[in-house]
C-alpha cells in the first residue's frame, strides 16, 4: 500500500472517530440549516466540517446568541502522535485531548489530568482546579488554584511559579526553586532519593544493584550458616510447590494469631515478641532456598550439584533484570512507563512467590531437617592422569598382563 493511500485511510479513520465525538459533543451534521431545537438539546449547529491532507476539522457555534459556546474538534494527523483536542470555541478552556498513548483532562478549566504522562503549566498560565499526574511527573511554571499531585512520578516547582494547595510527590521527588510559593503542605514520599540532583534512571539502577549485592550477600550467610538446612528447603520446594505455596500464604496470619494468644500469658510474652522476628528471618532463609532453586533450574544443574553460590547468584540476577527493565522504561513519558509498570509488578510477583514458598518449604521440611537424602555433591571435573615418577617403570597394560 502506497503511502498516500495510508494517508487517506487514516484520514477516513480519523474521520469516523471525529464524527463520533461530533455526535458525543451534541454537534449535529444532519444538515447545514438550523433544526427547530427540541427540549434539552445543546443549541450548537455545525458551521463547518473539513477533512484535508491537514486532518479533520469540525466548527460548531451556538444555536442563538447568549448560548453555550461552540465546541470545535481538531484531529491532526501529521504531528508524530496522533492528536485529538476538543475544546469550546477559541477560548482553549475545557479541552480533552489524547496524545498517543498519553491521556490529558481538562475539563472547563476545573483542573489538569495526565495518565502515563508529564503535565506542565507554563509561565503565564493558571489552571483553576488540581492538578494531577499518574505514572507521570508536573512541572509547575505558572499558577494552580488547587492542589499538585504526581503519583509515581515527580514534581518540579520553578521560580515565580505559585500553587496555592498543597504539593505532594508520591514515588519520587520533589523540586522546589526559590521564588516558587505554595500556599499548603510540600509532601514528598518519594521511594528513591531522585531529588537529590541525580538523573532517575541512575538511580533506579543503582538501587536495583544495591537491592542485587544484597540478595548475594544474604544468600552467602546462609550458604555459610546454615548450608545442609537451606539445600533440603530447597528440595521440598522443588518437589512439594503447590503445598509449600500455600502454606506460605497462612503463615502469616497464623504467625499473627500465635502472637495473640502467647500475649494473653504472661510467660508466652517474650516467645511473642520474638516470633515476628524468627518468623522473619525463616522467610528470608526460604527466600533463599527458592532463589537456589531458581537458579539451579536456569542453569540446569540438579540440586547439590557443586556449590551453591553460582545458581544463587543466577536466581537473583533473574529477578532483578526485571527490576532493571522497569527502570530503564518509566524514564521516557508515554507508553514505556506502562511497560515499566508491568515489569516491575512482574519482578515483586516473583519475589512474593519466591519468598512464600520458601517460607511454606520451610515449615515442610520441619526447619530445614528433612530429607535426608539429598546433600552437596562435588563437581565433576575432567579425569586427571596420574604422573608416573622419573625412573620408575610404567605398569603393565591390561593386554599385557
Not at 496555592?164 to 521564588?179: C, F, K, N, T, Y
Not at 539445600?231 to 506460605?248: E, N
Not at 515442610?364 to 620408575?392: C, H, K, M, N, W
Request: proline share 7%; glycine share 12%; hydrophobic share 50%.
Amino acid at each position: 500500500m502506497s503511502a498516500c493511500s495510508a494517508s487517506r485511510a487514516r484520514a477516513v479513520a480519523l474521520a469516523a472517530l471525529a464524527l463520533v465525538l461530533a455526535c458525543a459533543t451534541g454537534a449535529g451534521a444532519k444538515e447545514s440549516a438550523p433544526a427547530p431545537a427540541a427540549p434539552g438539546d445543546s443549541e450548537q449547529v455545525l458551521k463547518s466540517f473539513v477533512i484535508d491532507k491537514n486532518g479533520v476539522r469540525i466548527e460548531t457555534t451556538a444555536r442563538k446568541s447568549g448560548g453555550e459556546p461552540g465546541v470545535n474538534i481538531k484531529i491532526d494527523p501529521t504531528q508524530i502522535r496522533s492528536r485529538v483536542v476538543i475544546g469550546h470555541g477559541d477560548s482553549g478552556l475545557g479541552s480533552i485531548g489524547v496524545h498517543g498513548p498519553g491521556i490529558v483532562v481538562d475539563a472547563d478549566g476545573a483542573g489538569l489530568v495526565r495518565i502515563f504522562a508529564d503535565a506542565e503549566v507554563p509561565a503565564g498560565e493558571r489552571i483553576e482546579g488540581d492538578v494531577v499526574a499518574v505514572f507521570g511527573s508536573v512541572l509547575v511554571e505558572g499558577a494552580v488554584s488547587g492542589n499538585v499531585v504526581a503519583v509515581f512520578g515527580s514534581v518540579r516547582l520553578a521560580p515565580e511559579s505559585s500553587v496555592e494547595g498543597d504539593v505532594v510527590a508520591i514515588g519520587g521527588g520533589l523540586d522546589q526553586a526559590r521564588g516558587a510559593t505554595v500556599g499548603g503542605e510540600s509532601v514528598s514520599l518519594g521511594f528513591l532519593p531522585v531529588a537529590l540532583g541525580m538523573p532517575a534512571l541512575p538511580v533506579l539502577l543503582i538501587s536495583v544493584f544495591i537491592g542485587w549485592l544484597i540478595s548475594i550477600f544474604a544468600g552467602w550467610l546462609v550458604t555459610l550458616l546454615i548450608p545442609e538446612r537451606m539445600l533440603r528447603v530447597a528440595a521440598t520446594a522443588s518437589r512439594r510447590g503447590v503445598a509449600s505455596f500455600f502454606l506460605g500464604l497462612v503463615s502469616t496470619p497464623l504467625m499473627l494469631f500465635s502472637c495473640m494468644l502467647l500475649l494473653i500469658t504472661v510467660i508466652g510474652i517474650p516467645i511473642a515478641l520474638l516470633l515476628p522476628l524468627l518468623f522473619v528471618l525463616m522467610a528470608w532463609a526460604g527466600q533463599i532456598a527458592s532463589t537456589y532453586v531458581l537458579g539451579s533450574r536456569l542453569l540446569r544443574r540438579r540440586l547439590g550439584q557443586g556449590g551453591a553460590m553460582r545458581p544463587i547468584l543466577a536466581g537473583a540476577l533473574f529477578v532483578a533484570l526485571f527490576f532493571a527493565a522497569g527502570a530503564v522504561l518509566a524514564t521516557p513519558p508515554g507508553f514505556p512507563r506502562t511497560a515499566a509498570l508491568f515489569f516491575s509488578l512482574l519482578g515483586i510477583l516473583l519475589v512474593f512467590c519466591l519468598t512464600t514458598i520458601g517460607t511454606g518449604a520451610f515449615l515442610l521440611s520441619r526447619f530445614g531437617t528433612r530429607p535426608q537424602d539429598v546433600s552437596f555433591e562435588p563437581e565433576t571435573g575432567p579425569a586427571t592422569v596420574p604422573q608416573i615418577p622419573a625412573g620408575a617403570s610404567a605398569p603393565p597394560s591390561p593386554t599385557e598382563a
